[in-house]
Protein backbone atom coordinates (compact mmCIF):
# COMPACT_ATOMS: atom_id res chain seq x y z
CA UNK A 1 0.00 0.00 0.00
CA UNK A 2 0.58 3.34 -0.84
CA UNK A 3 0.15 6.53 1.49
CA UNK A 4 0.70 10.08 1.21
CA UNK A 5 0.66 12.15 4.81
CA UNK A 6 0.25 15.94 5.02
CA UNK A 7 1.44 18.03 7.64
CA UNK A 8 2.19 21.77 8.68
CA UNK A 9 -1.22 22.97 7.61
CA UNK A 10 -3.39 25.57 10.33
CA UNK A 11 -4.41 29.51 10.83
CA UNK A 12 -2.34 32.37 9.86
CA UNK A 13 -2.73 35.99 9.70
CA UNK A 14 -2.84 37.81 6.19
CA UNK A 15 0.98 38.39 5.36
CA UNK A 16 2.00 35.28 7.28
CA UNK A 17 3.73 32.24 6.11
CA UNK A 18 3.37 28.32 6.44
CA UNK A 19 5.25 25.23 5.55
CA UNK A 20 3.17 21.78 4.36
CA UNK A 21 4.68 18.71 4.19
CA UNK A 22 3.70 15.58 2.59
CA UNK A 23 5.27 12.09 3.50
CA UNK A 24 5.14 9.21 0.98
CA UNK A 25 5.11 5.64 2.13
CA UNK A 26 4.68 2.25 1.04
CA UNK A 27 5.81 0.18 -1.29
CA UNK A 28 7.15 2.63 -3.29
CA UNK A 29 9.35 1.57 -6.88
CA UNK A 30 9.43 5.22 -8.10
CA UNK A 31 7.88 8.41 -7.30
CA UNK A 32 7.96 10.83 -10.58
CA UNK A 33 5.63 14.21 -10.17
CA UNK A 34 4.63 15.70 -6.64
CA UNK A 35 1.93 18.35 -6.25
CA UNK A 36 0.03 20.30 -4.57
CA UNK A 37 -4.07 21.28 -5.10
CA UNK A 38 -6.16 22.84 -3.20
CA UNK A 39 -9.99 23.22 -2.69
CA UNK A 40 -11.93 26.21 -1.08
CA UNK A 41 -15.73 26.03 0.16
CA UNK A 42 -18.09 25.93 -3.38
CA UNK A 43 -15.02 25.80 -5.21
CA UNK A 44 -13.41 23.03 -7.56
CA UNK A 45 -10.19 21.82 -6.74
CA UNK A 46 -7.13 23.35 -8.56
CA UNK A 47 -3.51 22.69 -8.69
CA UNK A 48 -1.17 25.04 -6.87
CA UNK A 49 2.48 23.88 -7.54
CA UNK A 50 3.79 20.61 -9.27
CA UNK A 51 7.16 19.75 -9.05
CA UNK A 52 8.96 16.50 -11.33
CA UNK A 53 11.50 14.27 -10.00
CA UNK A 54 14.33 16.27 -11.75
CA UNK A 55 12.88 19.35 -9.95
CA UNK A 56 11.46 21.24 -12.43
CA UNK A 57 8.73 23.26 -11.06
CA UNK A 58 5.17 25.05 -11.91
CA UNK A 59 2.74 26.74 -10.38
CA UNK A 60 -0.75 28.44 -10.50
CA UNK A 61 -0.26 32.14 -11.48
CA UNK A 62 -2.14 33.20 -8.48
CA UNK A 63 0.82 31.78 -5.90
CA UNK A 64 4.00 32.98 -8.31
CA UNK A 65 6.28 34.50 -6.07
CA UNK A 66 4.72 33.37 -3.23
CA UNK A 67 4.71 29.90 -2.71
CA UNK A 68 7.75 27.57 -3.19
CA UNK A 69 7.31 23.77 -3.69
CA UNK A 70 10.49 21.86 -3.05
CA UNK A 71 11.28 17.64 -2.89
CA UNK A 72 13.30 15.17 -0.96
CA UNK A 73 13.95 12.53 -2.96
CA UNK A 74 15.40 10.62 -0.31
CA UNK A 75 12.95 11.19 2.11
CA UNK A 76 10.08 10.73 -0.34
CA UNK A 77 8.58 14.39 0.74
CA UNK A 78 7.53 17.21 -1.23
CA UNK A 79 7.49 20.45 1.14
CA UNK A 80 4.90 23.92 0.16
CA UNK A 81 6.41 27.35 1.17
CA UNK A 82 3.40 29.83 1.33
CA UNK A 83 4.44 33.02 2.01
CA UNK A 84 2.60 36.65 2.06
CA UNK A 85 -0.51 34.31 2.71
CA UNK A 86 -3.65 36.21 1.36
CA UNK A 87 -7.45 35.11 2.50
CA UNK A 88 -8.18 34.22 -0.83
CA UNK A 89 -5.28 31.35 0.31
CA UNK A 90 -7.67 29.57 2.50
CA UNK A 91 -8.59 26.02 1.62
CA UNK A 92 -8.07 22.43 1.94
CA UNK A 93 -4.99 21.61 0.07
CA UNK A 94 -3.95 18.34 -0.97
CA UNK A 95 -0.91 16.49 -1.92
CA UNK A 96 -0.83 14.17 -4.91
CA UNK A 97 1.60 12.42 -6.16
CA UNK A 98 2.20 10.10 -9.68
CA UNK A 99 3.63 6.83 -8.15
CA UNK A 100 4.91 3.37 -9.37
CA UNK A 101 4.70 0.79 -6.24
CA UNK A 102 6.42 -2.02 -6.64
CA UNK A 103 3.99 -4.72 -6.81
CA UNK A 104 1.26 -3.11 -8.38
CA UNK A 105 0.38 -0.25 -11.61
CA UNK A 106 1.29 2.94 -11.78
CA UNK A 107 -0.83 5.44 -10.27
CA UNK A 108 -1.83 8.69 -8.82
CA UNK A 109 -2.08 9.10 -4.77
CA UNK A 110 -3.82 11.94 -2.65
CA UNK A 111 -3.27 12.78 0.66
CA UNK A 112 -6.04 13.17 3.19
CA UNK A 113 -5.84 16.94 3.47
CA UNK A 114 -4.98 20.09 5.41
CA UNK A 115 -6.71 22.91 6.25
CA UNK A 116 -5.24 26.44 5.62
CA UNK A 117 -6.78 29.47 7.15
CA UNK A 118 -5.54 32.70 6.48
CA UNK A 119 -7.40 35.28 8.86
CA UNK A 120 -6.85 38.07 11.24
Known amino acids: QVQLVESGGGLVQPGGSLRLSCAASGNIFTIYDMGWYRQAPGKQRELVAV???????NYADSVKGRFTISRDNAKNTVYLQMNSLKPEDTAVYYC??????????????WGQGTQVTVSS
Open 51 to 57: ITSGGST
Open 96 to 109: NADIRPITTRRSYY
